[in-house]
């Protein structure tokens, strides 16, 4: 049975962060993927495949199916870290089934209708409902780019979005 040392949401997905401190960090073998159209593109998953450190495979999933592997065998061995793209793919597979403890929100970016939620962060009104949803029921939700920064939970957010 595998052991997610995290579970976050980075729009980026693999790139510096994850790739060069998150993985390091948290001795992770394996990154998983869960991302509709990552998970259907076996080219992306070839480049960031290339992205990665020595040791750590990539694997990406559709949301649906990913769920099912989770259900099936938490992705089989070793310490892995488990990546969506959106909030909202987060969300579908929690209310799939994924049972996540915690849910880092590590870069969503800014656009029409969001509001700056932290330095790399900008949230619409539609996925800071969801988020507190997530916590409401459990996930311990919060804001934090690199390990070495400090941890903002979700609550001290959603205080100053106003929307």
Same mark, same amino acid.
């Given at each position: 049975?595998?052991?997610?040392?995290?579970?976050?949401?980075?729009?980026?997905?693999?790139?510096?962060? =994850?790739?060069?401190?998150?993985?390091? /960090?948290?001795?992770?073998?394996? @990154? $998983? *993927?869960?991302?509709?159209? !990552?998970?259907?593109?076996?080219?992306?998953?070839?480049?960031?495949?290339?992205?990665?450190?020595?040791?750590?495979?990539?694997?990406?999933?559709?949301?649906?199916?990913? =769920?099912?592997?989770?259900?099936?065998? /938490?992705?089989?061995?070793?310490? @892995? $870290? *488990?990546?969506?793209?959106? !909030?909202?793919?987060?969300?579908?597979?929690?209310?799939?089934?994924?049972?996540?403890?915690?849910?880092?929100?590590?870069?969503?970016?800014?656009?029409?209708?969001?509001?700056?939620?932290?330095?790399?962060?900008?949230?619409?009104?539609?996925?800071?409902?969801?988020?507190?949803?997530?916590?409401?029921?459990?996930?311990?939700?919060?804001?934090?780019?690199?390990?070495?920064?400090?941890?903002?939970?979700?609550?001290?957010?959603?205080?100053?979005?106003?929307?």
């Amino acid at each position: 049975m595998g052991v997610v040392t995290l579970t976050r949401v980075d729009f980026r997905l693999v790139h510096g962060q =994850v790739a060069g401190t998150w993985i390091k /960090q948290l001795s992770a073998r394996k @990154l $998983i *993927i869960m991302c509709d159209e !990552v998970g259907n593109d076996p080219f992306m998953v070839e480049m960031f495949n290339l992205a990665a450190p020595p040791g750590c495979e990539i694997i990406a999933y559709p949301i649906d199916k990913g =769920v099912e592997e989770w259900k099936a065998n /938490q992705f089989g061995d070793g310490r @892995l $870290i *488990i990546l969506f793209r959106y !909030v909202e793919s987060a969300k579908k597979a929690f209310d799939l089934g994924y049972n996540m403890e915690s849910l880092n929100i590590g870069q969503v970016p800014g656009g029409p209708d969001r509001k700056h939620a932290s330095n790399t962060v900008s949230l619409s009104k539609a996925e800071l409902d969801m988020l507190l949803d997530m916590e409401s029921k459990g996930v311990n939700v919060f804001f934090q780019p690199v390990p070495y920064e400090k941890v903002v939970k979700l609550e001290a957010v959603a205080k100053r979005m106003v929307f």
